[in-house]
């Protein structure tokens, strides 16, 4: 596996959880890295993104406030610390990433991500 997710599980809303991405890839550090998430019934939608070198990051308008990512390349190691959580935040949350050059914008769109991990499940009870 070269991405493995890990982290989730049930918490109440208004709670916390912080999901994280262990890569085995040796070109991690050269990647951009995302979180994207699938609930029951809907289609994948992008949820956090991060460039490589850590100098840029974008978020989801639904997310923005309540989460941060980030990343630790000498761990091989990306993050998605979730606070304040909501019953809609329900999904399960993958991890993705894709080697890019320095000047690569950062994507937001799953097509831009070549590597993706198994996936955690985020339950929020309301």
């Known amino acids: 596996v070269q991405l493995q997710a890990s982290g989730g599980g049930l918490v109440q809303a208004g709670g916390s959880l912080r999901v994280s991405c262990v890569a085995s890839?040796?070109?991690?550090?050269?990647?951009?890295m995302a979180w994207f998430r699938q609930a029951p019934g809907k289609e994948r939608e992008f949820v956090a993104a991060?460039?490589?070198?850590?100098?840029?990051?974008t978020y989801a308008d639904s997310v923005k406030g309540r989460f941060t990512i980030s990343r630790v390349d000498a761990g091989k190691i990306l993050y998605l610390q979730m606070n304040n959580l909501k019953p809609e935040d329900t999904a399960v949350y993958y991890c993705?990433?894709?080697?890019?050059?320095?000047?690569?914008?950062?994507?937001?769109?799953?097509?831009?991500?070549?590597?993706w991990g198994q996936g955690t499940q985020v339950t929020v009870s309301s």
């Open positions: 993705a990433a894709k080697n890019v050059i320095v000047t690569a914008p950062l994507g937001t769109h799953q097509d831009e991500y070549a590597l």
């Open positions: 890839v040796f070109w991690i550090s050269r990647a951009n």
């Open positions: 991060i460039k490589r070198g850590s100098s840029e990051t």
